[in-house]
């Protein structure tokens, strides 16, 4: 199972809730990929202009937050990887293109909308570089055999894969 960007729209009233459901869907011998932006601080809010104008009801979560969840659900979290400064490379990219592409959105919404995007990649980007905002990922499952006791098996599906094609 793979989940990736909805964690943070679930917001934190809901997480119980979500990783029940993952739980209820995973077989005993499955896993869940969980692939989510978080904060590394403590637990907070989301910002007002974040909540306002872009992703209403959204909210970055701490790590602390999400195991306490997973925990209460009955989930083993069989890894973690903490992706610190790499989602910042994408966001510069998106913010690049929809610079270069700011004329069409423009024509096609205003320039207040422009401006507000202008302003959230660009703030985004500079909280994954300087701030506390990062990405991580989770392997979850209900057995704790079910994922290898190392990552050698990622790598190994994703050769099988390119192999394939």
Request: proline share 6%; hydrophobic share 45%; charged share 15%.
């Given at each position: 199972?793979?989940?990736?960007?909805?964690?943070?729209?679930?917001?934190?009233?809901?997480?119980?809730?979500y990783f029940r459901k993952i739980r209820e869907l995973l077989k005993a011998d499955g896993y869940?990929?969980?692939?989510?932006?978080?904060?590394?601080?403590q637990p907070g809010t989301t910002?007002?202009?974040?909540?306002?104008?872009?992703?209403?009801?959204?909210?970055?979560?701490?790590l602390s937050e999400t195991?306490?969840?997973?925990?209460?659900?009955?989930?083993?979290c069989d890894d973690v990887e903490v992706l610190r400064l790499h989602y910042r490379y994408p966001v510069k990219h998106w913010r690049e293109r929809f610079t270069n592409s700011r004329a069409k959105a423009a024509a096609i919404y205003d320039e207040r909308f422009c401006r507000m995007w202008e302003f959230y990649l660009a703030a985004v980007e500079l909280e994954f570089l300087h701030g506390s905002h990062m990405v991580f990922q989770m392997l979850l499952s209900i057995n704790r055999g079910a994922v290898p006791i190392t990552r050698d098996f990622m790598v190994d599906a994703e050769r099988a894969a390119r192999c394939a094609t």
């Open positions: 199972m793979v989940s990736v960007g909805m964690m943070e729209h679930v917001g934190i009233g809901h997480f119980d809730e869940a990929f969980i692939h989510c932006i978080g904060r590394m601080s910002g007002p202009f974040i909540r306002k104008y872009i992703f209403p009801g959204a909210y970055v979560p701490a195991f306490a969840a997973t925990e209460r659900c009955g989930l083993w």
